[in-house]
């Protein structure tokens, strides 16, 4: 999910759900920094900021709440999951 410059994706790379911020080049072309990980616990995924690069923007805010939000949601799917088996 992307708002504005602030994405929450999957990293393949680091294995585990990251917030990034995207920037334009001179050139015109976008790359992108980390500025959260967010790392599953045994009760809960927890976010990891990278650090002061949260608090820079008030939409990585928005976004990584949402972020934690999903997730959580999910681990707690998965829970019950697995509680039935």
Not at 13 to 24: A, D, H, T
Not at 36 to 64: H, L, N, S
Request: proline share 0%.
């Amino acid at each position: 999910m992307r708002f504005r410059k602030i994405e929450f994706r999957f990293s393949k790379y680091n294995n585990k759900y990251e917030l990034v911020s995207w920037y334009e080049n001179t050139d015109g072309s976008e790359n992108c920094y980390v500025i959260a990980f967010f790392d599953k616990g045994k009760e809960c995924y927890d976010m990891r900021t990278i650090g002061d690069r949260f608090f820079e923007d008030k939409d990585a805010w928005v976004v990584g709440k949402y972020g934690l939000e999903f997730l959580n949601e999910v681990f707690e799917i998965e829970k019950v999951e697995e509680e039935l088996k």
